[in-house]
């Protein structure tokens, strides 16, 4: 019996040229008052392209990891707010967001674009990364090594906000 072939997924870094898609794939994954717009996108890989990773299927953008860089110890909703704050050689890899489009989720395709993130942060000698999430996902992000430090000071979206860290 013949087997279907799976889809092919690449997994690359992102460029100016992604910013609409990327914020297509945010207003599909967070509420309004959470997405990041595309102005926010453009400025962002303006300044760290290096810094999202992105997951396409035949061509289509189906999830991203995305985050600065910076000396900054705890992730503050400044830093989603001004790209410039971005410090190549910072010691934390902050991630903004992690997106996958809904009809591709349960697929580990976050999951596979977290382990990049956590793989490149090591190779740049960081000392490790840190996000905010909702309650809900602090289990999940657990599962990758990230460990709960407590709520977060951040208001982004009018959320509550939880910091997890992966020291390394």
Not at 106 to 118: D, H, Y
Not at 130 to 145: D, H, M, N, Q
């Amino acid at each position: 019996m013949a087997m279907k072939d799976e889809p092919k997924r690449l997994i690359r870094l992102a460029s100016l040229e992604d910013a609409e898609r990327l914020a297509r794939v945010e207003a599909a994954c967070f509420p309004p008052a959470e997405a990041a717009p595309l102005s926010q996108f453009q400025e962002r890989l303006r300044y760290y392209p290096d810094h999202f990773w992105l997951m396409e299927e035949e061509g289509r953008l189906i999830s991203f990891v995305d985050g600065m860089v910076t000396n900054q110890r705890d992730l503050t909703d400044e830093m989603f707010e001004n790209a410039s704050l971005h410090d190549e050689n910072g010691a934390w890899q902050m991630i903004f967001g992690v997106n996958t489009l809904p009809e591709y989720r349960r697929q580990g395709c976050a999951g596979t674009l977290i382990k990049t993130a956590v793989r490149d942060a090591r190779a740049q000698a960081r000392r490790g990364l840190v996000l905010t999430c909702k309650e809900r996902l602090i289990p999940w992000y657990a599962s990758f090594g990230f460990q709960l430090e407590g709520p977060s000071a951040s208001v982004h979206g009018g959320a509550v906000w939880y910091q997890m860290r992966f020291p390394f």
